[in-house]
């Protein structure tokens, strides 16, 4: 069946957010990096304005520029009123309050509009669906990045997270995943289970994040290839 628009949220973050969830450092800016699932976040924009090289991958650049900011108009009451309803479930310290909220979001989103077209010309947005198979060889990638996707989409399933992070594995030395709890901020033995599985061959590492938005959400997981020193 074909991927239909209306079965995503489209909802992007911007780059302050992508480099404390991720704790990226001033050395890893100038990395290659791959953001797997970077949906309208504005991380490509903002790093590519620095020089900074960013490949995104997500379902959603099958899309035109028009039917993804129809999307985001959509989505974007409903979500809002979800935040209003789930306040207590957030932390109000870096964004202080829903207004705040509402226009971090949509000038990130704005932003990735903006650079769409331009950055689909330039091959730094690719229309691709996890878990297929990347157009890249071994290590192409220094970092790989997903937020707010991988983990979080326990429906997706076990044999869905293996195979995708393993190909995300092979075309990167390492990958960084934030958050590593479900959609209602649970841990699940999904999670554990995947973890457990890398832990095997990869080195793998959780570490405390200075981003914390939804409560408990301030833990990244990192997993390298051995041979990455
Ligand atoms: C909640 S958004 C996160 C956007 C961005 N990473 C951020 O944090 O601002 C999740 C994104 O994952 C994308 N996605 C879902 N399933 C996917 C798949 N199988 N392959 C690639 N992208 C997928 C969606 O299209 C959506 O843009």
């Not at 309050?97 to 689909?120: N, P, Q």
């Not at 890249?136 to 997903?146: E, N, Q, R, V």
């Not at 195979?163 to 995943?177: F, G, P, Q």
């Not at 649970?186 to 914390?212: A, G, P, S």
Request: charged content about 30%.
């Amino acid at each position: 069946m074909a991927f239909k628009l209306d079965s995503v949220v489209p909802w992007g973050r911007n780059m302050e957010e992508y480099k404390l969830m991720f704790r990226l450092e001033d050395n890893d800016m100038s990395k290659k990096i791959a953001g797997f699932g970077d949906g309208p976040a504005c991380f490509n924009y903002e790093m590519t304005e620095r020089n900074g090289s960013v490949i995104s991958f997500d379902l959603i650049y099958q899309f035109s520029k028009e039917d993804i900011e129809k999307r985001i108009e959509e989505v974007r009451t409903t979500v809002m009123q979800q935040m209003r309803e789930n306040m207590d479930n957030y932390v109000w310290k870096n964004i202080k309050s829903l207004e705040e909220l509402e226009s971090t979001r949509m000038s990130a989103m704005r932003k990735f509009l903006s650079d769409y077209e331009k950055g689909k010309a330039e091959g730094r947005y690719v229309f691709h669906e996890l878990l297929d198979k990347l157009p890249y060889g071994a290590d192409y990638f220094d970092i790989g990045l997903s937020s707010h996707f991988l983990l979080m989409y326990t429906s997706l399933g076990y044999d869905f997270h293996i195979a995708s992070m393993t190909e995300m594995l092979r075309v990167c030395k390492e990958i960084r995943i934030f958050p590593i709890v479900d959609l209602d901020a649970n841990k699940t033995d999904l999670i554990k289970n995947v973890i457990d599985y890398f832990q095997r061959d990869y080195n793998v590492e959780i570490v405390k994040t200075e981003y914390e938005f939804q409560k408990g959400d301030n833990k990244l997981l990192i997993i390298k290839n051995r041979d990455v020193i």
